[in-house]
């Protein structure tokens, strides 16, 4: 298997060129789950960049991005592979009323083959030769037994479809698995690939990931915007801010011309990182905001 980075320096480097601030643990990590052919879990809550860390990733290899996003009730025809049912059952029709093209008559009984089999996100990204990052995303939130579709998948990068046989890697992808933690993962998944714990970076780092994805705002502003967002960050609400949403609030500001985050500002764009009514009359609150 070819490596995407050569040093963990590289991989930062080429990770800030997309516009992702990372620091040595990340792309120490990164480094590693490349170097050894390892697939990275990345945990942490919600909207501290684990989704944008895999996307960086392909980014800055010029790799095609594959996402798997889980869900409660995902199962194996969703996740790896299934048959085109309706494409199979107008064939066998055709074939039996004689009306099909030359040698379909040939191949009427043999509707397991490519033509009919349709790819879902695991196979797809199995199956490519190109450098590819295969993005399983919000694993916690899939039922168990995906677990142990993912460990046989994950264990030898192989999957066995019975009409067709064996299907092994031929370049292994490079694989993030994300984790909100909402339930813990198995061990057996976890020993198969390398943690990785993200949690809402510094205010110092958030300063500078605002200057990197916001051009033109001033440093005062993105200063003030983030120690606004780390303020409501410790109160006790539903959904923190994110880090996308401490950039969407610069933007914001900037689109409206503010210069200033003083409270008017904070009360007419609180909507912006605050998506719950509940959350932003507990910041109103406790931020001694007026009374919107």
């Given at each position: ?45 919600a909207g501290v ?91 916690d939130k899939a ?150």
């Amino acid at each position: 298997m070819s490596a995407l980075f050569g040093s963990p320096a590289d991989v930062g480097a080429r990770l800030a060129e997309t516009g992702y601030l990372a620091d040595e643990a990340i792309t120490t990590t990164v480094f590693l789950a490349d170097a050894l052919g390892k697939p990275l879990l990345v945990e942490g809550p919600a909207g501290v960049g684990k989704t944008e860390l895999a996307k960086a990733v392909a980014a800055a290899t010029g790799a095609e991005l594959v996402r798997l996003q889980c869900y409660e009730g995902l199962d194996e025809p969703r996740a790896l592979y299934e048959w085109n049912y309706k494409k199979q059952l107008l064939r066998i029709q055709a074939a039996s009323a004689g009306t099909g093209e030359q040698g379909w008559d040939s191949l009427q009984t043999d509707i397991f083959t490519e033509e009919f089999l349709l790819e879902r996100p695991l196979l797809a990204a199995i199956r490519r030769a190109e450098p590819t990052v295969l993005l399983i995303d919000e694993t916690d939130k899939a039922d168990i037994e995906v677990e142990g579709l993912l460990l046989e998948v994950l264990s030898d990068f192989q999957v066995t479809i019975p009409e067709l046989g064996t299907v092994t890697a031929v370049r292994r992808p490079f694989v993030v698995l994300t984790s909100n933690a909402a339930r813990e993962l198995s061990e057996a998944l976890k020993r198969r690939c390398l943690y990785l714990h993200l949690d809402y970076p510094a205010p110092e780092r958030e300063r500078e990931i605002v200057l990197a994805r916001v051009p033109g705002i001033e440093a005062a502003l993105a200063e003030r915007i983030v120690d606004t967002v780390g303020t409501l960050r410790g109160l006790e609400i539903k959904k923190a801010p994110s880090i996308a949403e401490t950039i969407d609030w610069a933007h914001t500001l900037l689109a409206l011309g503010v210069t200033e985050l003083d409270e008017a500002a904070v009360g007419r764009t609180l909507g912006v990182v605050l998506k719950h009514v509940s959350d932003q009359t507990r910041a109103v609150k406790e931020l001694g905001l007026p009374d919107r």
